[in-house]
């Protein structure tokens, strides 16, 4: 089956960097996508990574390693508008399958 | 560009009834559209693959006489929750795919709150 981890809750200050961890271990993987949710409404596109390296947008960047199965947000200068949930999710085939998603605390 | 409309936002209904929820595509075809649930403080579980004028794929778990999926054209699909039960309860979000779209192609829409009581 599709496993794909990532740590429940963290924790961080305003101004702060945090990272946000997942791993996965799917078959047919083609990509891997984060989104950020707030509550009740639908995920917001955060970036996708196909290769593996670092992609840099703004505040946030995201990392992949296909071969270790692992890929990584990186979240700079927070606000405390970060706070929200941040879901990986794996595409397999044309499907995206999630993780159980981190919620994000950002305190000033 | 890329805009998924999906309604209603909520619906309360009473046990045994059926709810249908509509994904509409607005500015865009999506030959496939994708179905999910999720419970509170949980990440979305991916529950059908719709495409366009084919059965839907079901995932493992998921019962297809329960929740029934059309996808009749190119820019619409429909979630029916047949005899809602309160286990049923939960936010159901679609995605539709455009290939060439925006955003990677998958776009979502903005949920659905079902409660049943």
């Known amino acids: 089956g599709q496993n794909i981890d990532q740590p429940t809750e963290m924790t961080a200050t305003e101004g702060a960097i945090v990272q946000i961890n997942c791993t996965y271990q799917?078959?047919?993987?083609?990509?891997l996508f984060w989104y950020q949710q707030h509550a009740g409404e639908a995920p917001t596109f955060l970036s996708y990574?196909?290769?593996?390296g670092l992609e840099e947008k703004g505040r946030f960047s995201s990392f992949l390693s296909r071969s270790k199965g692992y890929s990584y947000l990186l979240l700079k200068e927070l606000q405390m508008k970060d706070s929200a949930s941040y879901l990986c999710?794996?595409?397999?085939?044309?499907?995206?399958?999630f993780g159980k998603g981190t919620t994000l605390s950002v305190s000033s | 560009g890329a805009v998924v409309s999906q309604h209603p936002s909520r619906v309360i209904c009473k046990s045994g009834t059926s709810v249908k929820i509509e994904c509409r595509s607005l500015?865009?075809?999506?030959?496939?559209m994708f179905w999910y649930r999720q419970f509170p403080k949980q990440s979305l579980m991916l529950m059908a693959t719709?495409?366009?004028?084919?059965?839907?794929?079901?995932e493992q778990g998921v019962e297809k006489d329960k929740f029934l999926i059309n996808h009749a054209s190119l820019t619409l699909s429909t979630l029916t929750v047949t005899s809602a039960h309160p286990e049923d309860s939960s936010f159901y979000i679609c995605?539709?795919?455009?290939?060439?779209?925006?955003?990677?192609?998958?776009?979502f829409g903005s949920g659905t709150r079902l409660t049943v009581v």
């Open positions: 995605s539709a795919r455009d290939k060439t779209g925006p955003n990677y192609g998958y776009t």
């Open positions: 799917t078959s047919g993987f083609n990509g």
């Open positions: 990574n196909v290769l593996d």
């Open positions: 999710a794996a595409r397999i085939g044309t499907a995206l399958i």
């Open positions: 500015d865009f075809q999506a030959t496939t």
């Open positions: 719709s495409n366009e004028g084919s059965k839907a794929t079901y």
